[in-house]
């Protein structure tokens, strides 16, 4: 069975940090890539990060780029998102999803439509 678990969220003041963490089981983690989406009240689901388990590339959208960092931990099949400087426009109930991993996506952004397995989400609020 295949599992995605978010954990990590929480409420934080504008400034500071989460970690946030997708322990995932039930498939071959090297063939796929974990993405991070977020997704607002009223918004569509966007995609703020990706990481490839099988050559590590990453991809991050502009508004988290430098904010941001995904890592990977292949031997414990769990990918990490730390969130430095939050901001109050980062509040969102995030989710993270695995997709089969191609080359041709390197440099692309993630979409919603590529991955085939999804978390629970988990909710990250930012306050002013």
């Known amino acids: 069975e295949v599992q995605l678990q978010a954990s990590g969220g929480g409420l934080v003041q504008a400034g500071g940090s989460l970690r946030l963490s997708c322990a995932a089981s039930?498939?071959?983690?090297?063939?796929?890539?974990i993405g991070w989406f977020r997704q607002a009240p009223g918004k569509e689901r966007e995609g703020v990060s990706r990481i490839s388990s099988s050559d590590g590339s990453t991809y991050y959208a502009d508004s988290v780029k430098g904010r941001f960092t995904i890592s990977s931990d292949n031997a414990k099949n769990t990918v990490y998102l730390q969130m430095n400087s939050l901001k109050p426009e980062d509040t969102a109930v995030y989710y993270c999803?695995?997709?089969?991993?191609?080359?041709?996506?390197?440099?692309?952004?993630?979409?919603?439509?590529?991955?085939?397995?999804w978390g629970q989400g988990t909710q990250v609020t930012v306050s002013s």
């Open positions: 039930g498939f071959t983690f090297d063939d796929y890539a």
């Open positions: 999803a695995a997709g089969l991993w191609y080359s041709d996506y390197v440099g692309q952004p993630p979409h919603v439509y590529e991955y085939h397995y």
